[in-house]
């Protein structure tokens, strides 16, 4: 399956972890070509739950690919009200992301175009994707107008070689063309 939704997603005890994070942190503002409105982002890189996170994570992943992948990214981002995101794919350095949206409010999940159908991923607190980005085609998203402020944490993996090591498929795909 392309796209995967979850719901109870992270153990309680990171799940505190993560919010206690997101609650007590500034955020910076960032800007996307595709998107309107405010978003937010904090870097969860450098954090000691960064590597609960990629310890659960993994232990799903393993599971779900077929292949070596590693976490490249771990960000938290908070939406402001009126934050929206055109239709999209991701790029090729995001090979699999899991996004999970970290509070409960009337908005809008993600909107993935699959099969000739939307396949709308429900909001609310501990819910989210898997998007499997590597296989083709790619599938168009997008984030409908926020009526609430919207939080979530966004985990983006590349794919790995044997020994662990990212490969950059960014450079590879312009390669191919």
Known sequence: MRV??????????ILDKILSIANNNEFVDINYSVASGIRKKLDLWDLDVKQDIEKFCDSVIKTAVDHP?????????KD???????NHVDNYGVHLAIQIYLNDNDNFGTIFKMDGSDKIIKY???RGYINHNYLEPRIVHSVPKCNYKRLSLYIMYAKADKDGNPIDLENEQANMK
Do not use: H, R, Y
């Open 4 to 13: 995967t939704e979850v719901k109870d997603f992270f153990p309680q005890e």
């Open 69 to 77: 992948v590693i976490i490249n990214d771990a960000v938290l981002w």
């Open 80 to 86: 402001e009200p009126g934050f929206s995101m055109n």
């Open 124 to 126: 609310g607190l501990n």
